[in-house]
Structure formats: structure tokens, C-alpha cells
């Protein structure tokens, strides 16, 4: 509601504001203002109610507003704050529903957010969200700023997450995200894979276990076990600040263990020969049809030896594997 509407009746007026007109229309006085001006002194009775009307309205605009309509409830992600209230639509509020829309600031306390009928996020301090489309084909939420762990059980790509560079895209897991003001932070995956998307176009993909930068830009980061050995992610470091001979290096020092690394340094790298032909020397392909070249060209073949690749992870490295390799 505009505040002009209180003195000039320009703009739209709130709600209960309107109410609160309809209410005290019967004391409205419709004779012109020279006939007011003869009547040098009103009836005790209409002053009373003049004065109890000035004083119902500064006692509303005095007491704190009530949620926003918006964050009421209908339809989008259920929501609850941790600690303290929240602010939803700028309101603050113990819990509600946030919009198709509508941004969610944690602010100093944390808060609780049900993905539609899929899964939760935990959302830590300081931290805002917005949802931007949710439907039967897909839930989409952007991360603004701040930590959010998130548990996901339904379809791939039925839910995705957006910073201001990157989409993480869910391939049905549970994996945390932290981002600054400026869209940079990193991803760890607990369960599952997620895919790393830029607005380039580059996509990687990141399985459990591992960790990947979340660059202010448009290359994602590249995917790390979380135990991998201090030399690797070193090299990998030293490739994403761009140091000269950088992918020589992590090039020369990998092992097989490290496939699902080389795997995404060859989605996003112009050099994308050199690092297959590594990887055809660590962990060939399953089928003889599938050569460097067909991969670099074939998105088929590219992808039939990236999913072979993240099987020998899982069954080998990854948290849940039984065994390792001999």
C-alpha cells in the first residue's frame, strides 16, 4: 500500500485498510464543507466518534503486519525457521510456504524447506533462496547466497538447484552447497551424482564422494574424491587457476582411481584429446567400438565410457564400495 493513500487517496489502498473504511463509513459526513463551516461546534457524539476512528487507524499502522499473503500458504515449498523466524516475502515469519517467486532469507538463524514431495533442504544461517518454478516436470530452486544440504529421492532432473553461474542439476542424491555473494563456493555429494552446468554450456558430472569448486564464471568445477591423495588435489587447484603446464602435470600424476577426475577436465577442456588419451591408457573403454576419436565426436560413446568409468568408481572407491582395487 502506497502511503499517499492515507492522506490523498491516490494509489491502491491495503486491505485492511479497505475494511477498516467500510467499517467506519456509517460516521462518514457527505454535507458540503460550507455547511460544516456554519456548524461552529459538533455534537459530542461525533467528536467521540472521529477521535475513536484517528485512533483505530494509528493503532494499525502501529502494530507489527502480519505475514505476507504470499507466504500464507498455497502452493510452492513448505517452510519453518530453526532457532528464530525467518524472512519470507520481507516479512518475518516462524514458518509458512514460499512462492513460485518468492525469496527466503535465513538471516541469523537456520530453517527447514520440504521440496515439494521429493525431499528436504536444510538451510544454515544467512543464507537466501528462491523458488523459481515448481510443477509436475519440474522443481527449481536458486541459491542466492549461504548453505544449503539438500536429500532428494525422485527422478533425475526432476530438481535442480541454480547459483548465479552454475546449475546443479539432481540426479536423484544428497549433497551440500555453499556460494558467497558472488556465486562462488563448492559442492560435496554424499549420495548420488549431480551434473555441474554452466551458461557455456559445459556440464560435468560430480558422483558421491567427491567435491567440486563452484566457480563466479563459466567453467564448473572439476570433481575430486574426498580422499584423494594431497598430490592430485594440488594439481587439479593448480589446473583451475590456469598455471602454465598445470594439466601436464595432473595429466602424468593420475591414476586410475582419479578417471572420474580426467572425466570432466575432458568435458571442459580444448584439450580434451590429451586427457582421453590418458584415459585410455588408466581405465579403457568397455567397448573396443569406442575409440578417442569417436569419443570426441560421439556423444553416445562419450557417455557409455563415462558411465563405465563412474561403475569402476563406485565399485572400487566410492564410500559404499566392498571392495578395492588389488
Known amino acids: 500500500m502506497s502511503d499517499d493513500y492515507l492522506w490523498n487517496g491516490s ?79 520481507g516479512t518475518a515469519v516462524a514458518h509458512g510456504v514460499l512462492p513460485v517467486g518468492g525469496e527466503l532469507d535465513t538471516g541469523a538463524h537456520e530453517a527447514s524447506l520440504t521440496i515439494a514431495d521429493i525431499g528436504t533442504a536444510q538451510l544454515g ?25 539438500a536429500k532428494v529421492n525422485a527422478p533425475p532432473r526432476l530438481f535442480s538447484v541454480t547459483t548465479k553461474h552454475t546449475e546443479v542439476v539432481d540426479l536423484g542424491c544428497e549433497y551440500t552447497i555453499d556460494v558467497d555473494d558472488s556465486g562462488a563456493g563448492s559442492i560435496c555429494v554424499m549420495t548420488g ?78 584439450r580434451a584429446r590429451a586427457v582421453l588419451e590418458r584415459l585410455m591408457e588408466l581405465s579403457p573403454p568397455p567397448d573396443a567400438e569406442i575409440s578417442v576419436d569417436s569419443a570426441l565426436t560421439d556423444p553416445l560413446h562419450f557417455g557409455a565410457w563415462r558411465n563405465d568409468i563412474l561403475e569402476i568408481y563406485y565399485g572400487m572407491w566410492g564410500p559404499r564400495a566392498g571392495t578395492k582395487e588389488p
Open 193 to 270: 551424482i549431480v551434473e555441474l552446468a554452466t551458461k557455456s554450456g559445459a556440464v560435468v558430472v560430480a558422483p558421491e564422494g567427491s567435491c567440486a569448486a563452484i566457480f563466479a564464471g563459466q567453467q564448473p568445477g572439476v570433481p575430486i574424491a574426498r580422499d584423494a591423495r594431497p598430490a592430485l588435489v594440488a594439481a587439479v587447484k593448480a589446473y583451475e587457476r590456469g598455471e602454465s603446464n598445470a594439466l601436464d602435470h595432473l595429466l602424468a600424476i593420475a591414476e586410475r582411481r582419479d578417471a572420474i577426475t580426467l572425466l570432466a577436465v575432458a568435458a571442459i577442456d580444448s
Open 11 to 89: 494509489g491502491s489502498p491495503d486491505p485492511d485498510v479497505e475494511r477498516l473504511e467500510k467499517l467506519l463509513s456509517p460516521l462518514a459526513h457527505d454535507a458540503p464543507m460550507n455547511e460544516l463551516r456554519r456548524k461552529r461546534r459538533a455534537p459530542w457524539f461525533v467528536l467521540g466518534a472521529v477521535v475513536a476512528a484517528a485512533a483505530a487507524v494509528v493503532i494499525y499502522l502501529a502494530l507489527p503486519r502480519s505475514q505476507s499473503p504470499a507466504c500464507r500458504g498455497g502452493e510452492g515449498f513448505a517452510f519453518a525457521g530453526v532457532g528464530g523466524s525467518v524472512s519470507c516475502g
Open 125 to 149: 544461517k544467512q543464507t537466501r533462496v528462491r523458488l523459481d518454478r515448481t510443477d509436475r516436470e519440474r522443481h527449481q530452486l536458486a541459491l542466492e547466497r549461504g548453505h544449503m544440504h
